[in-house]
């Protein structure tokens, strides 16, 4: 049985079991069952997972702004020329850089 879980449930799973590590992590490293290195190392990653998910979460949020538009597609005979491309819009326009997708 597969059930689907909302991008918003998956972020609150993520929260609280960072929130449960940063609670247990400590004993566990204090009673030498886990390294400090080891316990960060893990917290890091699951805050870089919940940071991923709600990065998603943004960009796949609809925007009604944009409805009836058409996308723009860019192509660049190399990195130099995107990147030369890229910064020039970065200073003419300089909220459009949260609008970019690399």
């Known amino acids: 049985m ?8 998956q ?3 993520l929260k609280r079991e960072i929130a449960l590590r940063k609670n247990v992590y400590p004993k ?3 009673s030498r069952g ?9 917290i890091a990653a699951m805050t870089a997972a919940l940071h991923t998910v709600m990065e998603h979460q943004r960009w796949s949020a ?3 702004e944009l409805a009836g538009t058409k996308p ?3 192509y ?11 910064d020039a819009v ?11 997708v690399p």
């Open 2 to 9: 597969t059930t689907e879980i909302s991008l918003d449930q």
């Open 11 to 13: 972020i609150a799973c």
């Open 28 to 30: 566990w490293v204090q």
């Open 34 to 42: 886990m390294k400090q290195e080891d316990a960060d190392r893990e």
């Open 62 to 64: 609809p925007r009604p």
């Open 72 to 74: 723009l597609v860019l």
């Open 76 to 86: 660049f005979p190399d990195e130099a020329a995107r990147d030369e491309f890229m």
């Open 90 to 100: 970065k200073e003419a326009k300089p909220g459009m850089a949260e609008y970019v």
